[in-house]
């Protein structure tokens, strides 16, 4: 008996369960495209998998609906890893520690995977239950979305008949997501040189911030780590003599650093002064940040004497600039009457690394306006070079544009009303979508993107809401039982 298996809609917590005891890391996604083929092949559905490891299932009508329209449903095999500090838990191999509480599936210490794992649920079980009808589908699950959407972009859509899409990577019940950003990743580089020193060997650390995904909450304007550090090192450096010996923080390009460290050489004279800056700069973040982060630590800790390579002086004081310097977060608001209070513009820089050669860092750049997406862009790139370093674009990736007269959008905002008595919240959405991707693609393509309820995606702390699951996977298959020719 799984965890799950006394939960309905049963089908669906059934192969929830299922693809979560397989490793499905962002780049580690064979095992579960191959769970896809075989499933496929056990029920004699035709499928297509990629090189990539994209994978496409044609499910043909059920009865009644043989003439009606093909319905694409889609949704991304990939998960965010990320794990509290005191887990065990290894993503390239074991299976997710699912548990239940209260309303809520979580995995303990680690991501869920409910983004985007449930889109794979849910489409799994429409096959597998006899009492659904529905018209002609295409299953279509791509790879890496959470790493530039590579999946979708690589994907030879030229076999898909469907013009009409049911994206299934929304994470809030009752909203009908019709449009979502674009956006690329921009890594900035920064040759470094070091020289041998000795001295006093402190490592400092910052965390404890909320972190979360930097398209659906970076308007909470939460803490981000590595900007942090940036602005701790300028405090630091205007009060006594430290040289940097190692720097890094965050794990993802898409999630919002939750931790950051460095480890620096003092002199012996600045050492008694050192803990003490430590934490009047932890009670001014703390204060700056008192309303929606609650459990900011920076703290230091004292590894003895060392002699230990550091950063030479000039190249400290570029890599503080370029922290103290590069945009991060909120740029700007949208003004449209459609999308009014929506983040219009946002950069997260999200990792931060220093190795032998060079001090790196890696952001999210998000606008449903290209234009300010690349005009956001060409900052960092004239950031880098004017401090020596050198830049370069990836992972871009075009915009869903809102349709004001789409079908599939009026044919969900009216049953949703019928089954919720309650209009839904119709609107755009900040974080990426492969929409764009597939709406770039194939001309004249209708989209809708919908889900239940899942909390603090991207973090340890994701959670899926059982009730809104069920509520969701009713407000779904009525859809498709619209859809008759």
């Not at 809102?402 to 079908?407: L, R, T, Y």
Request: hydrophobic share 35%; charged share 25%.
């Amino acid at each position: 008996m799984g965890v799950l298996s006394e939960l309905e809609p049963n089908k669906v917590f059934h192969f929830f369960e299922e693809i979560s005891a397989i490793p499905r890391g962002s780049r580690n996604t064979q095992a579960v495209s191959d769970y896809l083929v075989q499933f496929a092949e056990d029920r004699d559905l035709n499928y297509k998998q990629d090189s990539k490891g994209n994978v496409i299932i044609f499910v043909p009508a059920t009865d009644g609906y043989e003439g009606a329209e093909t319905v694409m449903l889609q949704g991304h095999m990939d998960m965010v890893c990320e794990k509290t500090a005191s887990s065990k838990h290894n993503f390239s191999k074991d299976p997710l520690d699912i548990n239940i509480i209260d309303d809520y599936i979580f995995a303990r210490g680690t991501t869920l995977g409910a983004d985007d794992g449930i889109a794979i649920a849910m489409s799994l079980a429409i096959v597998d239950s006899t009492y659904v009808a529905h018209p002609p589908l295409e299953l279509v699950f791509t790879v890496d979305e959470e790493v530039g959407m590579v999946g979708a972009k690589e994907l030879d859509t030229s076999c898909l008949k469907a013009k009409t899409l049911i994206n299934l990577d929304s994470e809030e019940e009752g909203v009908l997501l019709t449009s979502s950003a674009g956006g690329l990743i921009g890594k900035m580089s920064v040759p470094v040189k070091y020289q041998k020193k000795t001295g006093e060997n402190y490592k400092i650390i910052i965390s404890g911030f909320t972190g979360g995904h930097s398209g659906k909450e970076i308007d909470k304007y939460r803490g981000n780590a590595n900007i942090i550090m940036g602005r701790l090192l300028h405090f630091l450096g205007t009060r006594v003599g430290f040289n940097i010996i190692s720097l890094s923080g965050g794990l993802m390009h898409t999630a919002i650093p939750r931790d950051a460290d460095c480890s620096v050489l003092i002199s012996k004279e600045d050492a008694p002064s050192f803990e003490g800056l430590i934490q009047e700069f932890e009670r001014t973040i703390k204060n700056e940040y008192r309303a929606n982060e609650h459990n900011i630590s920076i703290y230091c800790n004292d590894m003895g004497e060392l002699e230990e390579n550091v950063l030479r002086k000039k190249t400290q004081e570029r890599l503080i600039f370029l922290l103290n310097t590069v945009p991060d977060g909120v740029q700007k608001i949208s003004q449209e009457e459609a999308t009014v209070g929506l983040v219009q513009t946002s950069l997260n820089i999200g990792i931060m690394r220093l190795d032998e050669t060079r001090f790196y860092l890696e952001g999210t750049i998000r606008s449903s306006i290209t234009s300010e997406k690349y005009a956001l862009s060409d900052k960092l790139r004239y950031l880098s070079e004017t401090i020596g370093g050198s830049y370069e674009e990836d992972g871009d990736y075009p915009a869903w544009e809102f349709n004001e007269n789409s079908q599939i959008v009026t044919k969900a905002r009216k049953i949703f009303k019928q089954l919720f008595g309650k209009e839904p919240k119709i609107t755009g959405m900040h974080a990426g979508l492969e929409c764009g991707i597939f709406y770039s693609k194939i001309k004249d393509l209708d989209i809708v993107s919908i889900g239940p309820d899942i909390l603090d995606i991207h973090t340890p702390s994701e959670k899926l809401s059982i009730s809104s699951t069920l509520r969701t996977w009713n407000y779904l298959i009525t859809i498709l039982r619209s859809m008759q020719p």
